[in-house]
C-alpha cells in the first residue's frame, strides 16, 4: 500500500538557520509530489509541485526552495529562515485526477 | 492563489443535526474533492467527485457538484462530536498539469 512519511513533526529554528524538510513516498512510482503550507486557522496554500525527477515549479514566489533528487523523495528548504516562514507544512502526492495523499505535516517555529 | 472559498467560515450545531458547507471555485476542473482535518493534524481524504457528477455517497457524507455554478456542497448527516474539525474542498485544476488547489475551509464544531 501506498504511505508518505513526513519529518520532522515539530521544529523550531532561530531566525536566519537554514531549513530541510523531507518527505518520502512509498508504494508507488512517478508520483506528482506537493508541498503545502498552512497558516494557522487558514487554507492550504500551494507551494511547490513537481512532476518527475528534477521539475519544480514554484507557485509563490518566496524564502524557499524544493527539490526532487530521487523519484519518491521531495525536499523543501531554505537557506536562512524569516519569522514570516512559520507555518505548518504539508507533503502530499497524487496522480492525474485522482485523489491527493497527505502527510502528517511539520509544524514551524520559526523565532 | 486560492481557487476555492468555502463557506460558511464556521459552523457550530448540535449532535444530531446536519451540516451543510458549501465551496465556489473559479476555474475549470477535473475533479473536486473534500477533506477533513482535526486540529493540528494531516488532512484525511473524504470524497472525490469527478467533474461529469453531480451527487456522490460516502457513508453520512453527500457532496453535490454544480459544474454550471462552479460549486459544490458537502452536507454530513446526523453529526456528532467527532465531526468536530476543519473541512477543505480541493480543486484538480484542468491546466494539463494536476495541482491540487485548496480553498479556505470550513470550521465545523459540533456541541454534544
Known amino acids: 500500500s501506498q504511505t508518505i512519511h513526513q519529518w520532522p513533526a515539530t521544529l523550531v529554528q532561530p531566525v536566519g538557520s537554514p531549513l530541510s524538510l523531507e518527505c518520502t513516498v512509498e508504494?508507488?512510482?512517478?508520483?506528482?509530489l506537493y508541498w503545502y503550507r498552512q497558516a494557522a486557522g487558514r487554507g492550504l496554500q500551494l507551494l511547490f509541485y513537481?512532476?518527475?525527477?528534477?521539475?519544480i515549479s514554484s507557485e509563490v514566489p518566496q524564502n524557499l526552495s524544493a527539490s526532487r533528487p530521487q523519484d519518491r523523495q521531495f525536499i523543501l528548504s531554505s537557506k536562512k529562515l524569516l519569522l514570516s516562514d512559520s507555518g505548518f507544512y504539508l507533503c502530499a502526492w497524487g496522480k492525474g485526477g485522482f485523489r491527493a495523499f497527505f502527510g502528517q505535516g511539520t509544524r514551524l517555529t520559526v523565532v | 492563489s486560492q481557487q476555492g472559498e468555502e463557506d460558511p467560515q464556521a459552523l457550530s450545531i448540535q449532535e444530531g443535526e446536519n451540516a451543510t458547507m458549501n465551496c465556489s471555485y473559479k476555474?475549470?476542473?477535473?475533479?473536486l474533492q473534500w477533506y477533513r482535518q482535526n486540529s493540528g493534524r494531516g488532512l484525511v481524504h473524504l470524497i472525490l467527485?469527478?467533474?461529469?457528477?453531480r451527487e456522490k455517497h460516502s457513508g453520512r457524507l453527500r457532496v453535490t457538484l454544480d459544474t454550471s455554478k462552479k460549486s459544490s456542497s458537502l452536507l454530513i448527516t446526523a453529526s456528532r462530536a467527532a465531526d468536530t474539525a476543519s473541512y477543505f474542498c480541493?480543486?484538480?485544476?484542468?491546466?494539463?498539469?494536476?495541482?491540487?488547489?485548496f480553498g479556505t475551509g470550513t470550521r465545523l464544531k459540533v456541541l454534544a
Open positions: 513537481s512532476v518527475g525527477i528534477g521539475q
Open positions: 480541493a480543486t484538480d485544476v484542468t491546466s494539463g498539469t494536476y495541482k491540487y488547489i
Open positions: 476555474t475549470s476542473i477535473n475533479n
Open positions: 467527485i469527478r467533474s461529469n457528477e
Open positions: 508504494g508507488t512510482s512517478n508520483p506528482n
